[in-house]
């Protein structure tokens, strides 16, 4: 793929936003201000990266033609004794400069809410549940995290049927995105007096954290009706025009409310709630969002779908999607998951650039 079209639009774009940041009126409206110097920001990232790969590459042109056209024997042969060297740089600066093209998602900074669930396997699922909050409370520490439980069901014999926890720090959804999923443990249970194995299930659930969404209502979108209450209530609330109707237009949505005898006061209310119910769709269409990026991912990440198994008899673990596996199961289980991670990014990675190349 020729990345200088890319690099050239990079260029020209970065020059018009070098004019706009420079407007003394940019901070008239600070949220517009901001995606400009995010924009500029990452832009100027990527031009760095072109410019780095322009020189590589007539670094690498200049040593084939020194071997090639050269007087000097001795300059000759440098060159091609440096060539290889230069070679080996450019697919990894190449991939990097490709990596830069693909769209950043928006939810990879937030904070996430990471939900585990024992499954089939009765206590003995509990148990591995706890062990799996273990090791992401275990790697959330190393990584400098913040891990907070927010709602937790303990199993009879330990761990927990169900237990929800609140991640916060830089990249975490990020770097756990790829957990969601069937985690499989095969191991034999504390509770097993005749030594056999048995196979387990606990399932996690990864979510980005919702935003704060402030719903605001333009006059021109609301039809607002007053009449007169129906309904007992005595002879003021039904002889007086106190009743509000609203129609959201933009959605349908109507709501009515008579509550009280004051006609502001029922109007204010209706509004509140109307706020309610379109932030409660707007929620609603954010976590069906989630659920669609979910399945662009390496696995659908469906609690349904296994992706792990812990084999504790040969302290071996086996990533289901792309192969990888450690026998150090110990290591793992205490927070050890770079690798793992590592190895479903980049798998990851190479499926979205195999679609724009």
């Known amino acids: 793929m020729d990345y200088r079209p890319h690099l050239l639009r990079f260029r020209d774009r970065f020059a018009e936003l070098e004019a706009l940041l420079s407007s003394p009126t940019l901070y008239d409206d600070p949220a517009h201000a901001q995606l400009l110097t995010k924009e500029h920001a990452r832009l100027k990232e990527g031009i760095a990266l072109g410019a780095e790969l322009e020189r590589l590459e007539a670094e690498i042109s200049g040593h084939r033609a020194l071997i090639t056209e050269a007087a000097d024997p001795e300059l000759s042969a440098l060159a091609k004794e440096e060539l290889p060297s230069l070679e080996e740089q450019l697919p990894a600066l190449h991939r990097r400069f490709l990596t830069f093209l693909l769209p950043p998602d928006p939810l990879e900074d937030r904070n996430t809410i990471v939900e585990i669930r024992a499954g089939t396997g009765g206590d003995e699922a509990a148990l591995f549940a706890g062990d799996l909050f273990r090791m992401y409370s275990r790697y959330a520490e190393r990584a400098g995290w913040k891990i907070t439980i927010a709602d937790a069901s303990p199993g009879e014999l330990g761990g927990y049927k169900e237990i929800l926890c609140e991640i916060t720090g830089p990249s975490v959804f990020r770097t756990l995105k790829y957990e969601s999923g069937v985690h499989r443990v095969q191991r034999v249970p504390a509770t097993e007096n005749q030594g056999r194995i048995h196979t387990s299930a606990a399932t ?50 109507i709501v009515r409310c008579q509550d009280g005898r004051s006609q502001l006061k029922n109007k204010e209310k209706a509004l509140t709630i109307l706020r309610t119910r379109l932030l409660e769709q707007k929620q609603a269409e954010e976590a069906a969002k989630y659920s669609a990026q979910r399945k662009a991912q390496i696995g659908s990440g469906d609690r349904n779908e296994k992706i792990r198994t812990y084999n504790y008899p040969q302290s071996r673990v086996t990533d289901h999607r792309t192969g990888w596996e450690t026998r150090n199961l110990p290591a793992f289980m205490d927070g050890a998951l770079d690798e793992c991670l590592d190895t479903l990014q980049e798998a990851d990675l190479a499926l979205r650039l195999s679609e724009i190349t």
Do not use: F
């Open 204 to 253: 996690v659930a990864v979510l980005p954290e919702a935003e704060e969404v402030d719903i605001e209502l333009k006059p021109d979108d609301l039809r607002i009706e007053v009449c007169r209450a129906g309904g007992p209530g005595g002879q003021g609330v039904n002889t007086t025009d106190s009743a509000v109707q609203i129609l959201h237009k933009p959605t349908g949505m």
